[in-house]
């Protein structure tokens, strides 16, 4: 039986949703961790009032965040999944039944990049993208939506063979010149290598890893633990008002390539928006985040 | 100046319950590093052309919500949803970047003669300048607090501009106990963010260093 074009309209409209009103658990074990080591007594109070504000959004079914983003989604197809009807179609009918249905409302955000007019709807809108999996028969959707606070500070170099000292200093002053505004603590995704596109896409991958979770490469491992280590001494804090809580993880992916070496570094804030799920093709869906 | 703000960064901040409009003299008796919670009217927006037609209005002596001039105007974006009869009920409210409006605060921060302004993640000199001049005080809300901040709206007391989006509209609010918020820069023109900017800054080297000296004890540089 193959995966029905209505089950991912329901399951992308409910994904979405569910990025907005909860935060995902590790991200609320980190903050928690947070706000008994934190030294600065506002950024203790700061991280109090996060953990209060995401419990009591998930609670009473409200949104954690105003500013709901765009949507976003990422979907790895199985070579062997069947789908009933148009996927694309599916996720865009999802999308409107969400902006129609939920509680409480959303605001428009889909802005248009030239005029800045907003509206709920627009062509391209959802972004979607696609990649394969061999020799699999489900679908793995990740929802993402992705808002201002955090995503104008996205940023990408084109070095020539750098050294890991460049490469550390250019993540280090793009953490800098986010400062005190992405709503840290934050996560920092990093992708190197590759080309210009794909770099992207690997340092966007790299903020949805589970906090905690290390690159089983130790060189690149060990990169993320001290990168980490670094952030957190700059001293922004929570919400950026002071403090040694200023990124919760730093997840970085590479790939090989030639000369040119491209950097990519983008942020999550506080809120850590991400939600994950699998359908198989008898129609089983399993939530993961 | 980064002194004076370290040591208030050291401290047990104070907390300070306000009812607006303030004077002059309740801004300058706040600290940066201090904790705020509000009562009484508020105006928010988080509307670019909204900030300019808030200049264009103040220059030409037109229309302007009463509890703006000396008042308390923020980048709080309120999705405001109009009733049967009219009128309006304030479903959350949460906060905007403020530096998206670095361009427009100084004028509107003069005009106005406000007595606090806020958002998240502070305003540039420009704005910190013009504050000074004016015995203004900046707050931080929560990113990401929708629930806390919805839950001390009590009532819409206006809405202009309804032209606009609901986020970009003009909205005068009446608050109980609204906060905590943090007081990001202060009217005697210290702004936590300049100093925590300068102090990444100047940490910079030495994080870069131990970055260094921390691979090379692990391991033989990989690719130098």
């Given at each position: 039986m193959p995966i029905s074009s209505q089950q991912i309209r329901s399951v992308t409209a409910q994904m979405y949703e569910w990025s907005l009103k909860?935060?995902?658990?590790?991200?609320?074990?980190?903050?928690?961790?947070?706000?008994?080591?934190?030294?600065?007594?506002?950024?203790?109070?700061?991280?109090?009032?996060?953990?209060?504000?995401?419990?009591?959004?998930?609670?009473?079914?409200?949104l954690v965040c105003s500013d709901v983003g765009f949507p976003v989604y990422m979907i790895k197809v199985g070579s062997r999944a069947r789908i009933d009807g148009n996927l694309r179609q599916a996720i865009e009918?999802?999308?409107?039944?969400?902006?129609?249905?939920?509680?409480?409302?959303?605001?428009?955000?889909?802005?248009?990049?030239?005029?800045?007019?907003?509206?709920?709807?627009?062509?391209?809108?959802?972004?979607?993208?696609?990649?394969?999996?061999?020799?699999?028969?489900?679908?793995?959707?990740?929802?993402?939506?992705?808002?201002?606070?955090?995503?104008?500070?996205?940023?990408?170099?084109?070095?020539?063979?750098?050294?890991?000292?460049?490469?550390?200093?250019?993540?280090?002053?793009?953490?800098?010149?986010?400062?005190?505004?992405?709503?840290?603590?934050?996560?920092?995704?990093?992708?190197?290598?590759?080309?210009?596109?794909?770099?992207?896409?690997?340092?966007?991958?790299?903020?949805?890893?589970?906090?905690?979770?290390?690159n089983p490469d130790p060189m690149v491992a060990s990169l993320e633990e001290r990168l980490l280590k670094a952030i957190n001494a700059t001293g922004f804090g929570p919400m950026g008002t002071g403090g040694d809580s200023t990124a919760m993880a730093v997840n970085v992916n590479i790939s090989h390539g030639h000369g040119f070496v491209p950097v990519a570094v983008c942020f999550n804030c506080w809120i850590n928006r991400r939600t994950r799920v699998r359908i198989n093709n008898d129609g089983e869906v399993t939530r993961y985040e | 100046?980064?002194?004076?703000?370290?040591?208030?960064?050291?401290?047990?901040?104070?907390?300070?319950?306000?009812?607006?409009?303030?004077?002059?003299?309740?801004?300058?008796?706040?600290?940066?590093?201090?904790?705020?919670?509000?009562?009484?009217?508020?105006?928010?927006?988080?509307?670019?052309?909204?900030?300019?037609?808030?200049?264009?209005?103040?220059?030409?002596?037109?229309h302007l919500p009463a509890a703006l001039p000396h008042g308390a105007f923020f980048h709080l974006s309120c999705f405001n949803r109009e009733r049967e009869d009219g009128s309006f009920e304030a479903l959350y409210m949460n906060p905007s970047t403020s530096t998206r409006y670095?361009?427009?605060?100084?004028?509107?921060?003069?005009?106005?003669?406000?007595?606090?302004?806020?958002?998240?993640?502070?305003?540039?000199?420009?704005?910190?300048?013009?504050?000074?001049?004016t015995g203004t005080i900046y707050l931080s809300f929560l990113g990401g607090g929708c629930t806390l901040l919805a839950r001390a709206i009590e009532e819409v007391a206006a809405v202009d501009w309804t032209d606009y989006i609901s986020q970009f509209r003009l909205v005068t609010l009446k608050v109980k106990d609204l906060g905590p918020a943090t007081v990001g820069i202060d009217a005697h023109g210290n702004s936590i963010y300049t100093s925590l900017a300068r102090d990444a800054q100047d940490k910079?080297?030495?994080?870069?260093?131990?970055?260094?000296?921390?691979?090379?004890?692990?391991?033989?540089p990989a690719n130098e």
């Open positions: 909860q935060i995902p658990d590790d991200t609320r074990a980190t903050l928690a961790r947070f706000e008994t080591t934190e030294t600065n007594p506002t950024g203790r109070k700061t991280l109090a009032i996060m953990l209060e504000s995401s419990d009591e959004a998930k609670k009473n079914s409200q009918g999802g999308f409107a039944d969400l902006v129609a249905q939920i509680d409480p409302p959303i605001l428009q955000m889909v802005t248009h990049p030239l005029t800045h007019k907003r509206s709920y709807a627009a062509p391209g809108m959802p972004q979607i993208t696609f990649d394969w999996v061999d020799d699999a028969d489900y679908i793995e959707i990740t929802c993402s939506p992705k808002a201002l606070g955090s995503g104008r500070w996205a940023a990408l170099e084109i070095f020539v063979y750098p050294s890991m000292d460049q490469i550390e200093k250019y993540v280090m002053e793009c953490v800098l010149r986010a400062g005190s505004q992405a709503c840290p603590p934050i996560v920092v995704g990093v992708g190197i290598g590759g080309t210009f596109d794909y770099a992207a896409k690997m340092a966007k991958e790299a903020t949805l890893r589970a906090n905690g979770v290390h | 100046m980064s002194e004076l703000i370290g040591q208030n960064l050291k401290r047990e901040s104070r907390v300070h319950h306000l009812t607006l409009p303030i004077t002059k003299e309740q801004a300058q008796d706040v600290a940066v590093g201090d904790m705020v919670y509000l009562n009484g009217e508020i105006v928010v927006t988080i509307g670019l052309p909204t900030h300019q037609r808030i200049i264009d209005n103040a220059a030409a002596g037109e670095n361009s427009f605060m100084p004028r509107i921060i003069r005009a106005l003669d406000l007595r606090m302004v806020g958002g998240k993640g502070g305003l540039d000199a420009e704005s910190v300048a013009a504050m000074r001049e910079l080297r030495a994080l870069l260093a131990q970055m260094k000296a921390e691979r090379n004890a692990a391991a033989p």
